[in-house]
T-cell receptor
Framework: QKEVEQDPGPLSVPEGAIVSLNCTYSNSAFQYFMWYRQYSRKGPELLMYTYSSGNKEDGRFTAQVDKSSKYISLFIRDSQPSDSATYLCAMNPGGNKLVFGAGTILRVKS | EAQVTQNPRYLITVTGKKLTVTCSQNMNHEYMSWYRQDPGLGLRQIYYSMNVEVTDKGDVPEGYKVSRKEKRNFPLILESPSPNQTSLYFC?????????????FGPGTRLLVL
C-alpha cells in the first residue's frame, strides 16, 4: 500500500466551478502537508503548505488537513482555464524527506 | 533570473552506457535533490544533499550516484543504466531551512534506456 494515495483523474470542470482535490495517507507521522502544481512539460511549483490540522487560505486556494481521518484537500474557487495542471500533494514525516502523491490531472474548460 | 537548469533535457541511451545528468542552480541554495517521476507513482526522491560534500539516500537510490563538490552543482550519475530507469527526472533546490521552504524544480530530463 502506498503511503499517499491520490486519484489520478482527469478531473474535468467548467470555468468558475469549485474544485476539490484530495489525498489520503497512512503514515500518522506526517507533519507538513503541501500542494504542488505542475504544468505540462514543467517542474512542480509549491502552491501552499499547512502544518498539522486545520485550514489555510491563499487567494482562491484553500488547503485543509484532517489528521484524524488522514485526509487532506485543496479547494480552488472560481476555477480558471489557467488552473489546468497536475496537482500533487506532498507530505513530510520530519527531516528532509518528502513523500508525493501520484498527482491529479485537472482540466478547466472555458 | 533565479533558476535550476538541467542538461540534457532529452536523452536516449542503451543499457549499460554510463551517463550523467547535470543540475545547476544560481540561488546559492544549500539543499539540492533529485527525483524521478513515473506515471501512477508520482515523484520519488532519489538522493538529496544538504550542502557541499553532504549527500544522503532518498527512497529509490539503487542504480544512481550523486556528488556535491560545488554548492551550485549536483550531477546525477547512472553508472550502468537499465530500462527500468526510463523516467522523467527532476532536480530541485531550496534554502537549507525548513522542509516547507519553497523548492525550485528544474525543467526535467526525459530519459529513455533501450
Amino acid at each position: 500500500q502506498k503511503e499517499v494515495e491520490q486519484d489520478p483523474g482527469p478531473l474535468s470542470v467548467p470555468e468558475g466551478a469549485i474544485v476539490s482535490l484530495n489525498c489520503t495517507y497512512s503514515n500518522s507521522a506526517f507533519q507538513y502537508f503541501m500542494w504542488y502544481r505542475q504544468y505540462s512539460r514543467k517542474g512542480p511549483e509549491l502552491l501552499m503548505y499547512t502544518y498539522s490540522s486545520g485550514n489555510k487560505e491563499d487567494g482562491r486556494f484553500t488547503a485543509q488537513v484532517d489528521k484524524s481521518s488522514k485526509y487532506i484537500s485543496l479547494f480552488i474557487r472560481d476555477s480558471q482555464p489557467s488552473d489546468s495542471a497536475t496537482y500533487l500533494c506532498a507530505m513530510n514525516p520530519g527531516g528532509n524527506k518528502l513523500v508525493f502523491g501520484a498527482g491529479t490531472i485537472l482540466r478547466v474548460k472555458s | 533570473e533565479a533558476q535550476v537548469t538541467q542538461n540534457p533535457r532529452y536523452l536516449i541511451t542503451v543499457t549499460g552506457k554510463k551517463l550523467t545528468v547535470t543540475c545547476s542552480q544560481n540561488m546559492n541554495h544549500e539543499y539540492m535533490s533529485w527525483y524521478r517521476q513515473d506515471p501512477g507513482l508520482g515523484l520519488r526522491q532519489i538522493y538529496y544533499s544538504m550542502n557541499v560534500e553532504v549527500t544522503d539516500k532518498g527512497d529509490v537510490p539503487e542504480g544512481y550516484k550523486v556528488s556535491r563538490k560545488e554548492k551550485r552543482n549536483f550531477p546525477l550519475i547512472l553508472e550502468s543504466p537499465s530500462p527500468n530507469q526510463t523516467s522523467l527526472y527532476f532536480c530541485a533546490s531550496r534554502p537549507g531551512g525548513r522542509i516547507v521552504e519553497t523548492q525550485y524544480f528544474g525543467p526535467g530530463t526525459r530519459l529513455l534506456v533501450l
